[in-house]
Structure formats: C-alpha cells, structure tokens
C-alpha cells in the first residue's frame, strides 16, 4: 500500500487519540504505520531533504490542521491529545476528515485565509497551500527538484555546446571544487595534455597528493562503450594508476558499467546528468538567485521546567 497523503491520515489518527489519553508523535507515526500496513522499507522513506521521515512529515502535518481546526490540542511539550470537539466530531461517525471537512470550523477558516495572504505576497508560500494533496514540506522540496531539474538541464546543453578549451577549465573547476587536485593552478598543470578535444591527466587526489587519480572526459553525444573504457583502464596501467575518473557529457552503456564493477582499478563514470548535477552541488557555472529558510517552533525554548 502506497504512503497515505497527511489528509487520509487525519481520520485514522483522530480515532486513535479518540481514548482522550495524550500521546507523543511517535507512538502516533507507529498507529498511522500499522494501520496503514506499510513495508520497513516505506516507514524508513525519507523526504529528498532528508529531514523526517515522509509518514511521520505527513502525520505531522496531519496533527496541525487539526489543531488549527480545535480538535486536538497541545497540553504540554511533545504531545497532544483529542479536545471535546474532537470526540465529537469522531461520535458523529464521518467517513473522511480532510481540508474540506476542517473548513467547516472559523479557526481553519482563519488559518487557511492567512495562508491565502502569504501566498498572495510570497512566491514560496504559492507551492505550500494546505488545500493541496502534499504537505507543505512535500510541496516545497517538489518545487525544488522541479526547478533544481530545469537547471541541470540547461548546464548541460550549455557544455555541450561549449569549446574543448572551456570544457578542460570546467573539469578543472569541479574537482578542485570537489577537493581533488590540490590548487586551481596545480589541477591545470595536471589536466589538458591532449589536444583531441578530451581531457587525460593525472591530478592529485588530495592537497598532499598522497595519491593521484587519472582523469579522461569527452564531450560526446552517443553513448560511451566499453571499449573506451577499456582503453582507459589501459591507460591506468600504464601510469601505475590505481583509480581513474571517466566524464563525459553523454550516458555509458550497460556494458561499460559491468566492466568497470570486474576490473581491480577503480574507475568511477561520470555522467552527463551527474555531471550537471555535481556542478549545481559544486555551485560550478551557477549563481545563488535566492534561498528561503525553513523554520520551526523551538519547543526547549519555551519549556520552563
């Protein structure tokens, strides 16, 4: 069974806290698991940020709307518990408690049109409404992804279409960025011995250049084969090398990355997506525009026991 959104799980979590008893948002996260028979695998499914869980984001979630609607409330730090309209709403039997069922209360109502408010002077508020399926968090970090996609699309078109010289300096760039090759100026002493539009050289893995590593990219447009690749682990014999870094701005076939997996050097393929996708990391051929700090209550704060 798929991870339930935070609407479906209003119902099932105002029936378990219905024996009027408080109860942390663990013991809650546990119940919603069960009741919804979910794998190991998808009660330890994080969001793409890594922050929480995405059931225990989604009870979470869950719990506020309903508090900002009265029916539970927050007796102390780190639990909650059902309020008289809650037991009153779960005694009038509804199949289902979502956004369009709390709107029948003034306090959502208010919460809602002050969501409505933000959203209206805030681009980042457009993408978490609490009308929506996902919950703020999920809305957010999908916005992201959507946007952080486009970018890494756009890098890449923009290296294929620049020169091998460019190219070299990117390369260049992103390992030094990444920690390889000690300095900028000893990475390109190293890099741009060839002049066949690729890059074979040998940088150093670290700043003491305790070990070297072998690089070879090449701005292709078809799929890298394993015969390049064997020519490369060729290559690293001939050096004495022992790992090696193969870029290009293409896609390796299925037979390139079994031969890799068999071989004793270690040759790690990189690429056009996880090329682009370091670069961002990196911050590589890209510019902050804005950022957006996510924040929440403090409870220790407020604690004066």
Sequence with gaps: MPIPDYQTVMLPLLRFLGDGREHT???????????FKLTPEERLQFLPSGTSTVIGNRVGWARTYMKKAGLLESPRRGVFRITERGTQVLSTKPNRVDVKFLDQFPEFVEFRSRADDETASSPAAAVVTPATSATPEEALEDAYDRLRGGLESELLQRVMSASPAFFERLVIDLLVRMGYGGSFR???QAIGRSGDGGIDGIIK???LGLDVIYVQA?????SVGRPEIQKFAGALQGHRARKGVFITT???SKDAYDYVDRIDSK???IDGSTLSRFMVDSSVGVSLVTSYDVKRVDSDYFSEE
């Excluded at 948002?25 to 009741?35: D, M």
């Excluded at 090449?218 to 078809?222: A, G, I, P, T, V």
């Design 25 to 35: 948002l663990s013991e809650c996260v546990e119940t919603v698991a069960n009741e």
């Design 186 to 188: 000893d990475a390109g």
């Design 205 to 207: 893995e670290d700043r």
């Design 218 to 222: 090449k701005r292709w447009e078809s």
């Design 250 to 252: 293409s896609s390796f």
């Design 267 to 269: 040759i790690v393929l």
